[in-house]
């Protein structure tokens, strides 16, 4: 949750409130002043001011017949330039160096690309420090990681099946790894519910990972981040450490790529 400014200024604050009034309106005729004076609370003088400024500069657009207001086209193309500022590839990796070293474990962060897992940055955990792989593009399986399946949790059946080209038979790559997209759609069913992936030894043995997905700012997963840790140290303390730091890096990295929940 973002923090309550320290020092708020008080004619920014009604500004945005302003825009935050017009943002919600869903009509197409605008709104007047008396109705946003009303609403926010504010004088008419101060409502006018405040339009009269934003409309100079574009963010606000009136209606010269009706004297009406609406969000103006300077608003929306400024606006464009958010998601080119907060993308995954451009992420700071001080998000994952702090799970990892919160965690003393590694920490990955993967897309999809086709029907493969790509580890696009991974954060080499030790309890004598961290070292970054600079070396990303590894691939992995979608069904048998932590990752893969955190990424697809809210694919449907359709989705999935496309995605694992209509087989119905998996590969397995240890004893652990689930065997069928049947059981697959199961252990999705499960991830959505819970809101993590495990992946215990079903990639390689001895290796235990928990993942989570990453949502942009329209909520769609793209990505998602983990946390793998050799079987042996994965008690039930260490659990709950590892979902409580993973939790609120995903939340934070999903915040920062423009991800807000109702």
């Given at each position: 949750m973002t923090r309550e400014p320290k020092y708020p200024v008080q004619t920014v604050t009604k500004a945005i409130e302003i825009f935050n009034y017009l943002a919600a309106d869903t009509g197409t005729q605008g709104v007047g002043i008396?109705?946003?004076?009303?609403?926010?609370?504010?004088?008419?003088?101060t409502i006018h001011r405040l339009l009269d400024t934003l409309q100079y500069y574009g963010y606000i657009e009136k209606d010269e017949n009706s004297n009406r207001y609406q969000l103006g086209w300077e608003l929306y193309r400024v606006g464009q330039a958010?998601?080119?500022?907060?993308?995954?590839?451009s992420l700071n990796p001080s998000y994952l160096m702090e799970l990892s070293q919160e965690t003393q474990e590694t920490v990955n962060l993967g897309i999809l690309k086709r029907n493969e897992t790509v580890i696009i940055s991974k954060i080499e955990g030790s309890r004598n420090g961290l070292r970054v792989n600079i070396n990303p593009g590894e691939y992995e399986s979608i069904y048998a990681t932590g990752l893969g399946k955190a990424m697809i949790c809210e694919m449907d059946e359709a989705q999935i099946r496309e995605l694992l080209n209509g087989q119905e038979i998996l590969t397995k790559y240890t004893e652990n790894t689930i065997a069928s997209v049947s059981e697959l759609l199961e252990e999705e069913r499960r991830i959505r519910e819970c809101g993590y992936a495990v992946d215990a030894e079903e990639y390689c043995k001895g290796l235990y990972c928990i993942a989570m997905p990453l949502r942009d700012y329209t909520g769609k997963i793209i990505a998602a981040v983990s946390v793998s840790t050799p079987t042996v140290r994965m008690d039930e303390e260490k659990r709950k450490l590892v979902l409580g730091a993973l939790r609120k890096s995903a939340d934070d990295i999903s915040r920062k790529l423009g991800y807000r929940k109702d």
């Open positions: 008396t109705e946003l004076s009303r609403e926010l609370e504010m004088g008419k003088s958010v998601p080119r500022q907060n993308q995954l590839f």
